[in-house]
């Protein structure tokens, strides 16, 4: 029984949701193999090799593979999957595109979004926004599965000294191709990656007060900024900083939250952090059922006050 766990990165470094998805295929039993499947890609594998509780890295150089297109990754995924009883993705956007198609390919059925391993064949996943957890049973010869990142603790990335293996890729599949990429650049810490974050809600009421209010505290702590669905529908915030069921899902250390109300899908995002600040004026919002320290204030009055405190 061996499983495989497909590694996210840049070509030159594993991406941090790698790590716990290799300390959730080390729970199903068995080695863990990683596939690292991109151009000029060596150090990635490299680097791969290193992670903890790795047996083998297998790398995949091509052109093709340079930017994780989902066509040719699950291509490639598929021919390797005779050899694996689990495979595993990072429950992430380029996860969540390849697994699918490999599932539907082999024709077993995805195991969505794990948050525990029970047993080589049993899982658990939160369902209704995280209200219920699921246990799930698969029967499947081959099980594909992708993984909440922020249900499992990391692998560490060093201490590992599996052998790579450099195996010939699958020629490219020729139904998609890479035209070009927009990506917003920040000084701030990846919002799924950050210890710390601070969030603001629709209360704010402009893009300019959440600038005005917000951006001052995640100064003062380091932080990422986060938002709700209803500020970033507004306009306040942008896509990429939404928290929630349709958002990301992130589990800091410190979370501290103004403004929001507490949703049952903004809940589902964040609720697994360690610690959880509220700030609202309404003591009978839902978001003082998860906060560790709530205070019922006037957003406006008090993260000035908590920043200029720090």
């Known amino acids: 029984m061996t499983s495989l766990v497909i590694a996210e990165h840049d070509n030159a470094s594993i991406k941090p949701a790698t790590l716990n998805t290799v300390a959730a295929a080390a729970k199903c039993g068995g080695d ?6 991109g151009f000029n890609a060596a150090a990635a594998a490299q680097a791969a090799s290193q992670i903890a509780g790795v047996a083998k890295v297998i790398h995949v150089d091509g052109a093709h593979f340079e930017h994780g297109l989902a066509e040719n990754m699950a291509a490639q995924v598929v021919a390797l999957a005779p050899s694996y009883s ?14 699918p198609r490999v ?6 059925g995805q195991i969505s979004d794990i948050t525990q391993v029970d ?10 926004a995280g209200n219920a957890i699921a246990t799930v049973q698969s029967l499947d010869a081959v099980k594909v599965i992708t993984v909440r990142t922020t249900g ?36 701030r810490p990846e919002l799924t990656a950050a210890k710390i974050i601070v969030s603001g809600g629709r209360a704010l009421g402009s893009a300019e007060k959440f600038d005005e209010v917000m951006t001052p505290l995640a100064d003062k702590l380091g932080a990422a900024l986060g938002a709700s669905r209803a500020a970033v529908d507004a306009g306040y915030a942008p896509n990429d900083w939404q928290v929630g069921q349709t958002g990301k899902i992130v589990a800091p250390q ?57």
């Open 32 to 37: 863990v193999h990683v596939l690292v499947a």
């Open 86 to 99: 689990h495979i595993l993705f990072p429950s992430t956007a380029s996860g969540k595109n390849i697994a």
């Open 103 to 108: 599932a539907a390919t082999l024709d077993v």
């Open 119 to 128: 047993s080589a064949d049993t899982f658990e996943r939160p369902i209704y």
């Open 152 to 187: 499992f603790d990391p692998a560490a990335a060093t201490g590992g000294s599996a052998a790579v293996e450099v195996v010939t890729g699958l020629a490219d599949s020729g139904k998609s191709t890479f035209m070009g990429s927009e990506i917003a650049k920040s000084d």
């Open 254 to 310: 410190l979370y501290i939250a103004a403004g929001i109300s507490g949703a049952i899908q903004h809940l589902a995002g964040m609720k697994d952090s360690k610690v959880i600040v509220a700030i609202n004026k309404d003591g009978e919002a839902p978001i003082f059922s998860v906060a560790d320290y709530g205070l019922e204030a006037d957003l406006f009055v008090a993260v000035p006050e908590l920043t200029a405190a720090l």
